[in-house]
Every structure is written in structure tokens, then in C-alpha cells.
């Protein structure tokens, strides 16, 4: 059975599906629009929001919220994170940030997974790094170009391959343990 992650954002769809991969796991895709609650807590968001993608959908599915938190701006945009992105943007960050030395940042993650309507299961991800001082890089999607993994080699998210995000992110790490768990219960599930 297809197992339903709910999103409008593509980039996340493609980031998921490649991982899904490994799991022998087939993923589909649904924008059905359920309603995201503005909350300060990401696994809040998520569960809530599976909660309604669930009851509108009537089949297994999983959600995901992440959020962009800059050290030296007390964590904004954070929870705010869409909004920024889709009024000041890329560029507007940089600007923020000009004059700051600590560029420190990380994204977290998380994901609501929900089968039945009882308490859904929340799996959470994060990635440290910084903002850079421009933008680089033409890969991935949204903050992508200005985030720099602490763990990396320097290049930003937007540098690398899907693979290469995957590996470092926020949502590779919420996803790797979301499907780990998935694979067993599922199997536990159909008694096999
Ligand atoms: P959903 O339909 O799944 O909710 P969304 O685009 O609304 O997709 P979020 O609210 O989770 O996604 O993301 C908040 C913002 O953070 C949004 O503008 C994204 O572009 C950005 N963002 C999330 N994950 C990112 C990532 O891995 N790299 C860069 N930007 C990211």
C-alpha cells in the first residue's frame, strides 16, 4: 500500500522520495490542504496538521514542518520561516544579517506520521551551520542557497545533490528515523 506524505512543496517531495528509495518504500504525493497551526513547536505542528491530513485523506500518511532558526536574530524567522521566505526572502535574510558576525543557524524538522486517529508518531530532525554572506548555488529549494552545514565541506545546501542534502539535513535525519520505524512496524503490522 502507498504510504501518502502531504505536502505543496515539491523540493521536499523529491528530497523524500530519494530516500524512500532505500526502504523499498513507494511514496505519493498529496496537497490535500489541511490547515497548519501557527505554534512555537514544530512537533506540535505536525501532529496537529497529520491529524487533519489524516481525517481528510482516510489513509496512512506523514507531514512534515521545518523551520530556519538564526542564532544571533533569537531563532527568527523559526516558526515564521514560510512567511519570511515568501516576503523578504533570500536576499532580505542576508540584509538582516549584515553587521552580524555570528552567523550561526540551524533548520529543524519534524515529521507527524498517522494511520489511524489515534495519537499520531512525531519523528524530529535538526542540521547546526551557518548563513552565508551571498547567495550560492542553484540546487535544492527555499533558504537552500544561504545555509551552510556545519558538517559539510562549506558549500551550501543549494550546492549539493539531493543525495548530499539528504545525508547532512534536518529532514534526511527525521526521515531516516521516521522510515527505520516505518519498515518494522508496518512489517509487525501485517504479522510477518
Ligand atoms: P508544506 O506544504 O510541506 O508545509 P512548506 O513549503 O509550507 O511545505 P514549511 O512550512 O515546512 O514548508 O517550511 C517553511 C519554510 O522553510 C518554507 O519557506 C521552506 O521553503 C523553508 N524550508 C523548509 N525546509 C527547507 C530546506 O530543506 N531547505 C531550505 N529551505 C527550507
Redesign the pocket.
Known sequence: MALYFV???R??FR?VSEMAKKYGLVLEQSEIPYI?IQAEDLKEVAKVGVQQAFAMLKRPCF??????YIHSLGGFPGPY??YV??TIGNEGILKLMSGFSHRGAE?R?SVGYCEKADEPVVFEGKVMGRISTELRGSG?????PI?IPEEGDGRT?AEMSVEE?NAL???GRAIEEFFRWYVIHRRERSGE
Open positions: 505536502t505543496g512543496n523540493g521536499k528530497e497548519e507531514v512534515e514542518d521545518s523551520g530556519l520561516s514560510k521566505y515568501l533548520f524538522c535544492g529549494f527555499g533558504f537552500d545555509f545546501f542534502k539535513s534536518h529532514r
